[in-house]
């Protein structure tokens, strides 16, 4: 490992990632936020660095972290069931409490009263859960599938060595004290060193690295350290030029992302941790909804989870894990193995293409109500400037035919007509229903100024 290290250091680039297909595939992956905040459902980390509760109330909440419900392999069933492909946890957050094993210790502040500072910052030394809550999980992901990926945080505000601790102080500056910056690099590197040849997780998910540059952070250091233990790891993008792809937060990009992978993070509610004063849930048609956005721009959705303290997931994520399962199953084959559907002005709405796109998927919203018995009513759509004539037009779910007319061809011109297509609302899906275009041969796209030609 030393030796791959010392050559990637020499040469980087020679251990650049190889496969990021799994990643460009897999559309869905859940995100794990679990930590002391789920004690007192405070927010994670930000509570004491934003001055919401003092330093010393936040960390206390590791006397009562006790994990005393976990079971990864229920939540690697879980996850695998709502359809995701990856799972990313919190293997470290910004308030430096590991939930792996580390054995390196963290510097502690003088005054600290907080932990026993004899002993590492982990689960397994500072809290009444006294085991390491990483190496079951990605065990029990490994067994069913789920590729394995480990948030870990840069910035360590209970490290004595680092630089950031409350929103309006600091401890040093690392230009008056190269040293004691060196310091907490080791620590920091060591502990992704122990990560990468303990756990070996498939992507890693760093975070907090706006407080440093990439040259204070030795981002180079980290991606050696990494792909010198598995080259064909995958890194977020938050190694400030590092990383494999993007990752927008809490919000769809309008715009495609710089990088051409990437992943919308996105809360439940409105935090990423268990609090359970926030009842502020998106409904089911909004996330599945989202979801559909990523999907239609080529993106992934990384859905997080906040548990709680003793290790049980909040109701409410897990009827949202649950409808996304039904969504996922029923219309896998719009979701996986797809690419980024049609370009802007061809469809008011999200789509995808099969890989060799001959098959398009248009998504559909489905309206709300309901339809009295007997009746019959359609939601019409439509498409412009498609130049393949579809051969089948279905709705994912139902036997019932769909009609379509194409309005508006001329019969000598080479622009098409616009393709009216109408679903009927009985046979949609309860939020989002997907019509399944079928043609011939690879979709051909007319993408002129219309006119005749
Ligand atoms: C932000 C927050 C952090 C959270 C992360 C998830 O960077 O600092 O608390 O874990 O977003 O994307």
């Given at each position: 490992m030393k030796i791959a290290l010392f050559f990637s250091l020499l040469f980087p680039g020679v251990f650049l990632a190889q496969n990021t297909e799994w990643f460009s595939q897999a559309k869905l992956g859940i995100f794990i936020h679990w930590g002391m905040y789920a004690v007192d459902g405070t927010s994670e980390s930000w509570a004491f660095h934003n001055k919401t509760v003092p330093y010393d109330e936040y960390m206390a909440q590791m006397?009562?972290?006790?994990?005393?419900?976990?079971?990864?392999?229920?939540?690697?069933?879980?996850?695998?069931?709502?359809g995701a492909k990856y799972c990313v946890i919190t293997t470290k957050h910004h308030d430096g409490?590991?939930?792996?094993?580390t054995k390196i210790k963290t510097a502690a502040p003088l005054k600290n009263?907080?932990?026993?500072?004899?002993?590492?910052?982990?689960?397994?030394?500072?809290?009444p859960a006294r085991r390491d809550l990483i190496a079951p999980l990605f065990e029990e992901l490994e067994k069913v599938g789920i590729k394995k990926g480990a948030y870990y945080s840069l910035l360590d505000w209970s490290s004595d060595d680092y630089p950031g601790f409350l929103k309006d102080s600091s401890r040093y500056?690392?230009?008056?004290?190269?040293?004691?910056w060196q310091h907490f690099l080791e620590f920091m590197h060591g502990q992704i060193t122990e990560l990468a040849t303990n756990y070996n997780p498939d992507l890693y998910w760093f975070d907090g690295d706006?407080?440093?540059?990439?040259?204070?952070?030795?981002?180079?250091?980290?991606?050696s350290i990494i792909h010198a233990n598995n080259p064909n790891a995958i890194l977020n993008g938050r190694l400030k030029s590092f990383g494999d792809y993007d990752t927008p937060e809490q919000n769809m990009p309008i715009v495609h992302p710089e990088r051409k992978l990437w992943e919308l993070c996105l809360t439940t509610n409105d935090n990423w941790g268990y609090r359970p004063t926030d009842n502020h849930y998106k409904?089911?048609?909004?996330?599945?909804?989202?979801?559909?956005?990523?999907l239609g721009m080529g993106g992934n959705l990384l859905l997080d989870?906040?548990?709680?303290a003793d290790g049980t997931i909040p109701e409410e994520q897990l009827a949202i894990l649950n409808e996304f399962g039904r969504w996922t199953s029923k219309h896998a084959e719009a979701i996986y193995q797809t690419t980024a559907g049609l370009p802007p002005g061809h469809y008011h709405g999200n789509s995808t293409l099969s890989k060799d796109s001959s098959t398009l998927f248009l998504f559909v919203a489905s309206p709300k109500g309901k339809l009295e018995p007997g009746g019959k009513l359609t939601l019409p759509i439509y498409l412009k400037g498609i130049s393949?004539?579809?051969?089948?037009?279905?709705?994912?779910g139902s036997i019932e035919p769909i009609q379509f007319t194409e309005v508006g061809k001329i019969s000598w011109s080479t622009v098409p007509g616009t393709l009216f297509i109408e679903i009927p609302i009985n046979e949609m899906d309860p939020q989002i229903s997907v019509i399944k275009v079928q043609f011939d041969q690879p979709i051909q796209l007319y993408r002129g100024r219309g006119g005749f030609h």
């Open positions: 006397t009562s972290f006790d994990a005393s419900n976990y079971d990864p392999k229920l939540w690697a069933g879980i996850i695998k069931e709502s409490l590991a939930l792996y094993n009263k907080n932990w026993q500072s004899n002993k590492p910052l982990s689960v397994t030394f500072q809290t500056l690392i230009d008056n004290d190269t040293i004691r706006w407080e440093h540059t990439e040259e204070q952070w030795q981002s180079i250091v980290i991606d409904s089911h048609f909004e996330l599945l909804s989202i979801f559909s956005e990523c989870i906040g548990p709680k393949s004539q579809p051969k089948q037009i279905d709705l994912i």
